[in-house]
């Protein structure tokens, strides 16, 4: 018969869609990073492919704390996320609402990943993981602030639209 499952199994499942996950995150801050026309947005996205290179080494250290091997399963929410965006960036990658809808697929990547982690941050707390906490804690901190960053962006640049509306 089959070992009943528990919370550390699912532990390490989550952690298997986050690595896939982040992977493909790497991929959407480069491509939106191409993509933006705003150069502080094109910094934000730079800024946080380096930051995602980083969750991905952090996932390393997660999988080696809880002596695991480092495995990646597909995201089939990243996946559709990553789709959403192909198809949205071909429909308004060279239109003037092109940096507000690459904004929109990056804050969708990165709530994503807020959810996630904070998942994994909870579980590791109840499982006592209290290193992989930390580290998970470190990323969940960047995940946030890219999020924010891009909401303020997107905030900011609203404003000469509202008046080019109104104009
Ligand atoms: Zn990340
Ligand atoms: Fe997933
Ligand atoms: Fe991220």
Redesign the pocket.
């Known amino acids: 018969m089959a070992q009943q499952k528990t919370l550390i199994d699912a532990f390490y499942e989550m952690l298997k869609d986050v690595h896939f996950a982040?992977k493909q995150?790497l991929r959407a801050?480069k491509q939106s990073a191409k993509g933006a026309t705003l150069p502080e947005l094109k910094q934000a996205f730079e800024t946080?492919a380096q930051?995602?290179e980083g969750?991905i080494e952090r996932l390393q250290q997660v999988f080696e704390l809880i002596g695991k091997a480092p495995r990646a399963k597909t995201c089939e929410a990243m996946q559709g996320i990553m789709s959403e965006m192909e198809e949205d960036v071909e429909e308004f990658g060279k239109s003037p609402a092109a940096d507000a809808v690459i904004i929109a697929c990056g804050q969708a990547?990165?709530h994503y990943?807020i959810s996630r982690y904070s998942t994994l941050i909870a579980w590791a707390r109840q499982l006592g993981y209290s290193e992989a906490l930390t580290v998970l804690g470190q990323t969940l901190a960047?995940?946030k602030k890219?999020d924010e960053l891009l909401a303020t962006i997107a905030a900011r640049s609203a404003i000469p639209a509202a008046q080019a509306k109104a104009a």
């Open positions: 982040e995150a801050c946080h930051e995602t969750h990547v990165e990943e960047e995940e890219a």
